[in-house]
């Protein structure tokens, strides 16, 4: 058994995996897309146990949304940089001369093979253990979170920005069409965090204004 390269802590029996995970398509054929299709999936199903057992009294709703912004590609991207995955890809000569080290997209598929790389070197366990040290302080701080679950999107997006002292969000109605019984609400807001105006639909007001509200709060990652 081998260290392994970077801050990946885990101890690979086949290095050929790792190198597999870590080999983008721009390559040639051998890569890693195939480890990042089983990846996801594992990944996704690991951070569902955690949550599952953290959150006995969240529903399936609220433990679908954290769910969703532990995982999303800006999440696994940056734990990918905390891993200096970056350095270790193989990557063609395009991508190369165009950064594709540093490319969101990139890093995120990356770290999905890993994690299937590992599940194939040593099983699940191993895994889950290697995944859950990854995301450890995000999990944590997901703790204190708590009290925001079973509040609606506006209710979570103005009490962090009151937390922040900063402005509260204004919707406006920016577009309606349809007839009375079936109207389609484009509701615009704009937050100081974020650079441009974001927008939500829906068939009432209220509906728009939470769709655009939660918009938010999954590109501030909350």
């Not at 990846?39 to 146990?49: H, N, Q, V």
């Not at 000569?93 to 969101?104: F, H, M, Q, T, V």
């Not at 609400?185 to 509200?213: N, P, W, Y």
Request: charged residues 25%.
């Amino acid at each position: 058994m081998t260290s392994t390269p970077g801050k990946i802590s885990h101890p690979f029996e086949d290095k050929a995996l790792l190198k597999l995970a870590l080999s983008h398509r721009s390559k040639g054929k051998t890569n890693n897309e195939r480890l990042e299709f089983l990846g996801d999936s594992i990944l996704g199903f690991l951070i569902a146990e955690v949550l599952y057992q953290r959150f006995p009294q969240a529903s399936e709703g609220e433990l679908s949304r954290l769910r969703a912004a532990l995982v999303k590609k800006q999440t696994l991207a940056d734990i990918a940089r905390e891993l200096s995955l970056g350095q270790l890809l193989i990557l063609g000569s395009g991508e190369l001369k165009s950064g594709g080290a540093k490319r969101d997209s990139i890093l995120a598929d990356a770290l999905e093979a890993v994690v299937s790389a590992i599940y194939l070197d040593a099983g699940i366990m191993a895994c889950r253990k290697e995944v859950l040290a990854w995301f450890s302080s995000r999990l944590r701080r997901l703790q204190t979170d708590e009290a925001m679950l079973g509040k609606d999107a506006k209710t979570r997006l103005q009490e962090y920005l009151q937390s922040k002292q900063l402005a509260l969000p204004e919707y406006v109605v920016s577009e309606l069409k349809g007839k009375d019984h079936e109207q389609q609400f484009t509701v615009s807001c704009k937050v100081s965090l974020l650079d441009k105006t974001i927008q939500g639909h829906g068939t009432s007001r209220r509906e728009a204004e939470q769709q655009v509200a939660a918009a938010i709060l999954e590109k501030l990652g909350l």
